[in-house]
Each structure stands twice: as structure tokens, then as C-alpha cells.
């Protein structure tokens, strides 16, 4: 069986789902193919594991895809402030969603949520189709379009394909797109916990001996807590049972969590930085975690990824109604311009955060201090580091700067 589509994405996760929403959206005829469909949503079901802290930007795009609503209608919380201390320096920064003259810095969600959002936003679009459960299998390239085979018997012909299907991506493996990554010395340690304090409307991080610790605000009085420690502590910790494991947590994190009355989930992550060679060739983009990974540290991940949606999506609107070709590879070029030089400048950063901040002796804590009680002291520097935290600032897509679709 052969059909037709103007775009094919691979990968229906929270990059892909969006960037389906604001092509069909747009008048493309886009098709969709994913392995898992995500678990419908219900107010009793736990919290998962794995969150994102969605910044205003990005709630633009959702905004722009009519999505946003949908995560609203289920679970998020806004955080208005964040802050950030050393624990053998005493510096220390707060950045106040006030300060910006904006209502919040951004919302934790979870994960499925945020896709789960994205499916329902599309399901009134007649111009996208699901392809789920389903894989790509094998891929061609043609002059004019390309033509993809899935496992499901289906052979999908379109101009364009994109590839949204995560760190690990198949078609960017079948395009023969090569990567520059190295692993971190670290590994993330996560937990969701209740706590003894109300849900709170603030996310922290704080610079340790042994490594950095945050806490990110959950519905009610729950918190998600990250611990960022050597591989081989990490797996010492997680092999630790549930009260042993918990009475470590109320001893190693600070009283700012508010107190812990119980352990719901832990797991760990590596963490990897990936950056694709090229994000683009004729006929096919990438997008995502497909085209880059980044060190967790300040919640980045899935904003770069919903930046990529919106870029591409700008690019592909204008490029459709100028009687262009969406998938030649000069038109596919201005997305990577547009967005490599952003991705690496915030991958660059956090690297340097990652170096700086790591347990150390000399000097070099007196002088992670000075730098955070110079950006709490100097509003227009700490403004600056807010408005980028949030995505305010940079060459934004339209559809991030004005909540809606060019």
C-alpha cells in the first residue's frame, strides 16, 4: 500500500507532534509515524518521572498549535522563581518572573503530558495521519521526493521527511548523518517525592561538594529531585532500598525542599552531548534531539527541540507560499543557519556551566560565588540571563514571539 503526504516525520514524541500540529495547521498534508502512542491521561494516574520545564517560548508554540490549553486542562506548574547558590561559597541568585514583567518563568510539565497535548491538538486536523504503531524500516531518496517503507506493510511517498525520532534516530542512521558526542562525567540521579510543604512555585539549584542538586515543583505537594553524581555512585545509591534510600535524600538536600514524607519513583540518565554533522540534506531535515543533545542542567532540551518546530515550520510556510520546493536543500539550509549557531551556542554554555560548577578546591569556588553575586547584584545583567532562561531572547521564530503560526 503507497501513500502521499507533503511532509513525513518520523517520531510522534513532544518535537514531532509538534511540528505536525503547526504544518498540518498550515495547510501541509503530513503524516506521522510512531512506535507508542501515549497512555491517556487521568487526574489519579502518578506522576512520571521524567518532566521538562517548559519556557515561555516554547508556551508560545503550544500556544500557536493550540496545545497549550490541553496541558493546562490536565497538569503543569508555573515556577516564577528560580534560584541558584553555591553551598562552600555562599553566592547566590534569584531570578523573579517580575523582574521581566511576565506572570511566570515557565511551567514543569511531564513529559507524556506534553505529548499527549500535542495528540489531542492534532486530532482535529484532517491533514495529519498517524502511522502508530509503526517503524521506519528503509528509506529512498529520489530526485523529487523521497519514499519510505515502514513495518507495517505501508510505503509512505512525500517531499519532505524529517526526523524527530530522538537521540537515537533511525533515519538520521539511514541518511548517513554522522555525530560529534562525548559522554559527561556525570550521571542524573532523579526522584519524585512528596513533600511536607504546599506545592511551590519556585525551582533552585544548588552547587555541592559532591555535585549539583535541584528541585523542580510538581502539582500539590510534590517535587522532582535531581542529583547529579558519578556513574559509579549513582548505581550505589539506586541499589540502596526505598527507606534507605529516602532517609539519604532528607539528609543530603537542603531545608529549602520543604521536607520529605515520601518516595513515589527514582530512576537515572546518562547524559550525552550529541551534535548532529548536518541537520539537513535534500529532501530531509532533522529536528530535535535527532539533531542535538545537551546537558540537563538548566532544563534546555525540549525548548531547543520546540525551537527547531517552530523554525522549520516558519521556514516551510514561507518557503510553500513563495512557490518554492519545501524539500531543496538551499530552502532546508535556511532552517540549519537559523538554528545550529543557537543549539551549539547553548550546548557551548552549558558545558562551561558543568566545568564550573563541578566539585573543585582552589580558587575556583570563591569564583563561582563572585559570578552569581554579580548577576543577583546587577539587574541588567540578571534581567539579560532571565529574559534567555525564559527563551525571550535570540532570533526567535514567529510562532515563539507571537504565540501564533506565520
Known amino acids: 500500500m503507497e501513500q502521499h503526504a507533503d511532509v513525513l516525520i518520523i517520531g ?93 518563568l515557565g511551567h514543569i510539565v511531564e513529559n507524556r503530558i506534553l505529548q499527549l497535548a500535542l495528540w489531542r491538538a492534532a486530532e482535529g486536523l484532517a491533514s495529519v495521519r498517524w502511522h502508530c504503531p509503526a517503524r521506519l524500516e528503509a528509506l529512498a531518496i529520489e530526485e523529487h521526493g523521497v519514499r519510505a517503507r515502514l513495518n507495517n506493510g505501508i510505503t509512505v511517498q512525500a517531499r519532505l521527511v524529517v526526523g524527530a525520532d530522538g537521540a537515537h534516530s533511525r ?26 510543604a504546599p506545592q511551590q512555585d519556585i525551582t533552585w539549584q544548588r552547587f555541592t561538594p559532591s555535585g549539583p542538586q535541584a528541585l523542580l515543583p510538581l502539582p500539590g505537594p510534590h517535587a522532582s529531585l535531581v542529583w547529579y553524581l558519578p556513574p559509579d555512585e549513582v548505581a550505589r545509591l539506586k541499589a540502596l532500598d526505598d527507606d534507605t534510600f529516602l532517609e539519604m535524600l532528607r539528609r543530603a538536600f537542603p531545608r529549602e525542599l520543604g521536607g520529605v514524607e515520601r518516595l513515589l519513583e527514582r530512576g537515572s540518565f546518562r547524559l550525552t552531548r550529541r551534535h548532529a554533522q548536518t541537520y539537513c540534506k535534500p529532501r530531509l531535515a532533522l529536528a530535535g534531539d535527532a539533531a542535538h543533545t545537551i546537558h540537563p542542567l538548566a532544563g534546555q532540551g525540549v525548548n531547543l527541540g520546540f525551537m527547531d518546530v517552530a523554525a522549520l ?94
Open 313 to 406: 515550520a516558519e521556514v516551510l510556510i514561507k518557503a510553500r507560499d513563495a512557490n518554492e520546493d519545501i524539500g531543496a536543500l538551499h530552502v532546508l539550509q535556511r532552517y540549519e543557519r537559523w538554528r545550529r549557531g543557537e543549539n551549539l551556542l547553548m550546548q557551548t554554555a552549558m558545558d562551561v556551566f558543568h566545568h564550573a560548577f563541578k566539585p573543585a578546591r582552589g580558587p575556583l569556588p570563591w569564583l563561582r560565588g563572585l559570578a552569581l553575586h554579580a548577576a543577583n547584584d546587577l539587574p541588567p545583567l540578571r534581567r539579560l540571563l532571565t529574559r534567555r532562561a525564559t527563551g525571550r531572547a535570540g532570533d526567535l521564530p514567529w510562532p515563539a514571539r507571537s504565540g501564533r503560526l506565520p
Open 12 to 104: 510522534g514524541g513532544m518535537v514531532g507532534a509538534a511540528l505536525a500540529c503547526a504544518l498540518g495547521r498550515s495547510g501541509f498534508e503530513v503524516h506521522v509515524v510512531e512506535a507508542q502512542a501515549p497512555e491517556p491521561f487521568a487526574p489519579e494516574q502518578p506522576l512520571d518521572l521524567r518532566v521538562s520545564a517548559v519556557s515561555l517560548a516554547s508556551q508560545a508554540l503550544l500556544e500557536a498549535v493550540d496545545a497549550w490549553p490541553q496541558v493546562l486542562a490536565m497538569r503543569a506548574v508555573p515556577f516564577r522563581r528560580m534560584r541558584v547558590w553555591d553551598q562552600r561559597s555562599f553566592g547566590e541568585t534569584v531570578f523573579d518572573s517580575r523582574d521581566i514583567g511576565e506572570p511566570a
Open 171 to 196: 533515519l538520521r542512521e539511514l541518511a548517513h548523518i554522522g555525530l560529534t558526542s562525548w559522554d559527561y562525567d556525570v550521571e542524573a540521579l532523579v526522584a519524585t517525592v512528596r513533600t511536607r
